[in-house]
């Protein structure tokens, strides 16, 4: 039987790198939000910000990436165990997922423009 995970280091970062990838490919929404972050880093080096102030951008940018992640994550391990049927509190629970990501949109982005044009 195949194992899941390794506890080798570089296993680990290739599992990693693999469900950036999937996210990347099948998920319009990380799509956008790495656009997003390209776009921010652009604007910071264009705009004559430090090291420090385009590395903070690059984390602040990476913060809805992370939430997304995770937001897909959970919803498709929400619609394999219950199916398309619905619930009120799966949509609570998705409704909530929403919400995180939506919160960290508001405020990773406006952590980088404030650094960026501050």
Known sequence: MKQWKSGNLINKTMFSLNGIYSAFV?????RREFGALAFLLVLAIWMDKDIK????????GLF????ELINTAAETII????GSIYREDVKRAKDMLSAAVMLSL???????LILIFG
């Open 26 to 30: 099948s998920e319009n929404a990380v």
């Open 53 to 60: 102030a385009i590395l903070a951008v690059f984390l602040a």
């Open 64 to 67: 809805p990436i992370v939430i």
């Open 79 to 82: 619609d394999l165990l219950l």
């Open 106 to 112: 508001f405020c990773g982005y406006t952590a980088s």
